[in-house]
């Protein structure tokens, strides 16, 4: 068959000789393009052909239809510009033939493959003065190049498709381009049998069925992928979609950070490639670290050991996009296949492989970020929060803040304990809606400002109001809620304001729920000028104060009082494990929640109290020391020595493992309140600790706190645990005082 013969009647009204013209279909442009990227496809024995048409403003290339077999005919790009490296767009400007010409062509020595795995052809459309596009063909890259034979071809076949177009241009058709390519199959333009994927195969002598069950692997992966939000589902993806049909035996997806290769995740028989790539220096010259130029390497092994394997950078095709993106920055990481011996690679397989490696690597990047602004965020949040609350004479405090399980991380929540100057000190807790920086950033300016309002002597409701007049200063539409409570210690007198939320709770000596009703009055940010109302209580010693925030009970009813009502009188109940009931038991996680617990312990007779803290520098040698010195010295003056040997050691133990696993500053908080001298040890690592054994792995024991500490509480203390705040963890235990003592 000559190059004007055809495969059918059809094709022969382009390829025959002269200009002759035919009766065509209504859509006459449309039955034209399908003959020529039929013919195109069979005389260049490619695997796809393509019809590039100009834009009716000749801005620049559009695919108007694209024929040939998957996965091949998804591998062209949908538009260019007319300056743009594509052979298409090459040919037209330069009006000759044009080829594909690799930017970053293989070393005779690198074991790899084509980014594109194709070669592509293209020759330009112009006739009678009109340039119409450029006729574009893709072989796979392991066929002969394109020879002067193949040159003449298609551009024989281009000319006479020219002079097709404009003939009916000049019958007043309009020889434009889609918004969107037509995509037509050709039969016979599929790789041959022995090129064909070993291992995902179609029905044998059914055309286009092998790269079919291919594409299928790909659209599932990208449902899969559009879904994902955790590494987990992207490696669960890949595994299914990637490995399996590959008949792969082990597949690990890493990312690059700090100079080195980190494994993300991994499936199958993955020990020696996790091993090998985790934690490797990118300055190697290793397999994988060359992957990482932006150049997918395969191995097909070989006899003995030589397994196959495949690193594909995880990026998609430079060689495929239709619309400009911001500069490409570096490959981010890796998917790594291996395999059971020997296996080869085709170049349809290749182009597959790439696809998916694309979308591999795109999820994998908005996972990181998404994650990278979620701990941003809780960051901010956290350093908002108050490191520890000021002490407070007669009022033991704890407090709990758990963020809201949503993408963002942040959250509006916040609570502070303000000493007064007439003596009282303020209770406060508030939330600003919403769960994004913002809102974050808003609470705390009005944080700041109610810590300034409160210093000055203002009361609940004259601080709620300023508040209120700050907020419409700032300029944002946030609304925020808030609840004030300024106790006075010596008589118990408190006195209640809010705006707009729930209000407090006080869990009497009795175990009696009572709730501090007040004026509601109105969200601060409403810029209504009504005055903040209050109401005054008498708190009994010995009651505990609630303050809490909507994330602590259903949306539609508060359910915190009858929570509270079933842990008894709070005297049988320790603050810290109040909290964490009240905490857990709470539905869900739609929203950040914030819990502050004072309990009012009475004037005790006139006696001082007995209350010491002391704060040590991160970095501080002589903290653990100094610590030492200032938990003997307390007990002495407190007349319990007699627990100074004990109470000594365990510090020492804790305030140690603060210091070297939180990295942060310390507190240390001693405590005597009734028959118990209490020790507080608080940093800012939110990891709670570790009872470690000695047989630990190196890898256990870097991640957890040196257990022989906490094995000391445990084997001396009467009650000991771990809190979480807002800013990090307070380790804390009680031990009895001997009846002779105190």
């Given at each position: 068959m000559d190059d004007r013969s055809a495969p059918d009647a059809e094709t022969s009204r382009i390829d025959g000789p002269g200009r002759e013209r035919a009766v065509v279909p209504a859509d006459e442009v449309t039955a034209v393009l399908h003959r020529a990227v039929h013919q195109t496809a069979h005389r260049l024995r490619a695997v796809a052909a393509a019809v590039y048409l100009l834009t009716p403003d000749g801005s620049e290339l559009r695919a108007a239809m694209i024929g040939g077999s998957p996965p091949s005919v998804l591998t062209l790009p949908g538009r260019m510009a007319l300056d743009s490296s594509y052979a298409s767009a090459r040919a037209l400007a330069t009006g000759e033939v044009a080829f594909l010409v690799d930017p970053d062509p293989l070393d005779a020595s690198e074991p790899g493959a084509l980014a594109y795995p194709y070669a592509a052809a293209s020759v330009p459309l112009a006739a009678r003065g009109s340039r119409f596009g450029s006729l574009t063909v893709l072989r796979t890259e392991n066929r002969a190049g394109y020879g002067d034979a193949d040159s003449r071809r298609l551009a024989r076949i281009g000319d006479r498709l020219a002079g097709l177009l404009a003939d009916l241009q000049d019958r007043g058709v309009s020889v434009a381009p889609g918004d969107l390519p037509v995509l037509v199959p050709v039969l016979g333009t599929e790789p041959p049998a022995e090129e064909a994927d070993p291992v995902v195969r179609g029905v044998p002598g059914v055309p286009g069925s092998a790269g079919m069950s291919e594409l299928y692997a790909l659209q599932r992966l990208t449902d899969m992928l559009n879904r994902a939000t955790t590494m987990e589902h992207v490696v669960g993806a890949a595994e299914l979609c990637v490995m399996t049909p590959l008949g792969a035996r082990a597949l690990v997806l890493a990312s690059t950070a700090e100079g080195r290769l980190w494994v993300l995740g991994h499936s199958g028989d993955s020990s020696l490639l996790v091993r090998e790539l985790h934690g490797a220096a990118l300055h190697t010259d290793t397999f994988a670290v060359r992957a990482l130029r932006g150049r997918a390497l395969f191995d097909s092994g070989g006899p003995g050991p030589g397994d196959a394997a495949a690193h594909l950078p995880l990026v998609g095709s430079r060689h495929v996009e239709d619309v400009p993106m911001a500069k490409a920055g570096p490959v981010l990481g890796l998917c790594c296949l291996s395999f059971d011996g020997p296996r080869g690679f085709p170049p349809e397989e290749r182009a597959v492989l790439t696809m998916m490696a694309g979308r591999l690597g795109a999820t994998v990047q908005r996972i990181e970020l998404s994650a990278g602004r979620q701990a941003l965020a809780e960051v901010m949040q956290k350093r908002l929060l108050p490191a520890a609350l000021a002490e407070a004479p007669r009022l033991t405090t704890t407090t709990r803040y758990r963020p809201a399980g949503t993408a963002g991380g942040a959250g509006g929540d916040w609570y502070d304990l303000i000493p007064m100057?007439?003596?009282?000190?303020?209770?406060?807790?508030?939330?600003?809606?919403?769960?994004?920086?913002?809102?974050?950033?808003?609470?705390?300016?009005?944080?700041?400002?109610?810590?300034?309002?409160?210093?000055?002597?203002?009361?609940?409701?004259?601080?709620?109001?300023?508040?209120?007049?700050?907020?419409?200063?700032?300029?944002?539409?946030?609304?925020?809620?808030?609840?004030?409570?300024?106790?006075?210690?010596?008589?118990?007198?408190?006195?209640?304001?809010?705006?707009?939320?729930?209000?407090?709770?006080?869990?009497?000596?009795?175990?009696?729920?009572?709730?501090?009703?007040?004026?509601?009055?109105?969200?601060?940010?409403?810029?209504?000028?009504?005055?903040?109302?209050?109401?005054?209580?008498?708190?009994?010693?010995?009651?505990?104060?609630?303050?809490?925030?909507?994330?602590?009970?259903?949306?539609?009813?508060?359910?915190?009082?009858?929570?509270?009502?079933?842990?008894?009188?709070?005297?049988?109940?320790?603050?810290?494990?109040?909290?964490?009931?009240?905490?857990?038991?709470?539905?869900?996680?739609?929203?950040?929640?914030?819990?502050?617990?004072?309990?009012?312990?009475?004037?005790?007779?006139?006696?001082?109290?007995?209350?010491?803290?002391?704060?040590?520098?991160?970095?501080?040698?002589?903290?653990?020391?100094?610590?030492?010195?200032?938990?003997h010295t307390c007990l002495c003056d407190w007349d319990l020595a007699d627990l100074s040997d004990d109470l000594v050691l365990i510090a020492s133990e804790l305030v140690t493992n603060a210091l070297i696993h939180a990295g942060s500053d310390v507190d240390l908080r001693l405590r005597v309140s009734g028959d118990r001298v209490r020790l507080e040890v608080r940093d800012s690592d939110s990891d709670p600790p570790v009872p470690t054994a000695y047989s630990l792995t190196d890898e256990g024991s870097a991640r957890a706190e040196h257990g022989r500490g906490l094995y000391l509480v445990d084997a001396l203390a009467h009650t000991w645990n771990t809190s979480p705040s807002g800013r990090g963890k307070t380790v804390w235990l009680e031990m009895d005082i001997p009846r002779a003592a105190g």
């Open positions: 100057p007439d003596g009282r000190v303020a209770l406060v807790l508030g939330d600003v809606e919403g769960h994004t920086l913002e809102s974050a950033a808003v609470m705390g300016q009005l944080r700041t400002a109610v810590v300034a309002y409160a210093t000055e002597g203002h009361g609940p409701a004259a601080l709620l109001e300023r508040t209120d007049r700050l907020l419409s200063r700032l300029g944002t539409e946030l609304l925020a809620t808030c609840c004030v409570v300024a106790l006075d210690t010596e008589t118990g007198a408190a006195e209640v304001a809010l705006a707009g939320h729930p209000a407090p709770l006080a869990q009497l000596p009795d175990g009696t729920v009572r709730r501090l009703w007040a004026p509601p009055n109105v969200p601060l940010g409403l810029h209504v000028r009504d005055r903040y109302g209050s109401r005054e209580y008498t708190v009994a010693p010995g009651a505990v104060l609630v303050l809490y925030s909507d994330g602590l009970h259903e949306p539609d009813r508060d359910d915190v009082r009858a929570r509270l009502d079933g842990f008894g009188p709070p005297a049988d109940t320790d603050l810290e494990h109040l909290a964490d009931g009240l905490l857990r038991d709470t539905p869900g996680g739609r929203d950040d929640a914030a819990l502050l617990l004072a309990r009012y312990e009475g004037a005790d007779g006139g006696r001082t109290p007995r209350v010491a803290r002391l704060h040590i520098h991160r970095r501080d040698l002589r903290g653990v020391r100094e610590a030492r010195g200032f938990v």
